[in-house]
Nanobody, 125 residues
Framework: QVQLVESGGGSVQAGGSLRLSCVAS????????MGWFRQAPGKEREGVAT????????YYADSVKGRFAISQDNAADTVYLQMNSLKPEDTAMYYC??????????????????WGQGTQVTVSS
């Protein structure tokens, strides 16, 4: 099982920026996609951004396109989520996840089997 540890969450005002990091360990050679997902209270978990670790193809939810950017450092088994122009509706628990099989260019929650513990992002107006 892949182990994932997120960091970088916090509280910011609308318009601010945050950078999330996720370090993977154990069986990292098996990872095909990594992604960031979020879940707000009372809402379903949704895909925010994913990346195909071999080719670099990415997916972004419509709500974050142009504001968020996912990137990876394969040598460090780390994936990042740069979040700019944050809005109050971005407030959620953000989770890093890894998949050994995935549909490239999508953010399907059910394809990801390994999850981090989550990091809270709170955006105030």
């Amino acid at each position: 099982q892949v182990q994932l540890v997120e960091s970088g969450g916090g509280s910011v005002q609308a318009g601010g920026s945050l950078r999330l990091s996720c370090v993977a360990s154990e069986y990292t050679y098996s990872i095909k996609c990594m992604g960031w997902f979020r879940q707000a209270p009372g809402k379903e978990r949704e895909g925010v951004a994913t990346i195909y670790t071999s080719g670099g193809s990415t997916y972004y939810a419509d709500s974050v396109k142009g504001r968020f950017a996912i990137s990876q450092d394969n040598a460090a088994d780390t994936v990042y989520l740069q979040m700019n122009s944050l809005k109050p509706e971005d407030t959620a628990m953000y989770y890093c996840a890894a998949a050994i099989w995935c549909t490239v260019g999508t953010g399907r929650v059910y394809e990801y089997a390994d999850w981090g513990q989550g990091t809270q992002v709170t955006v105030s107006s």
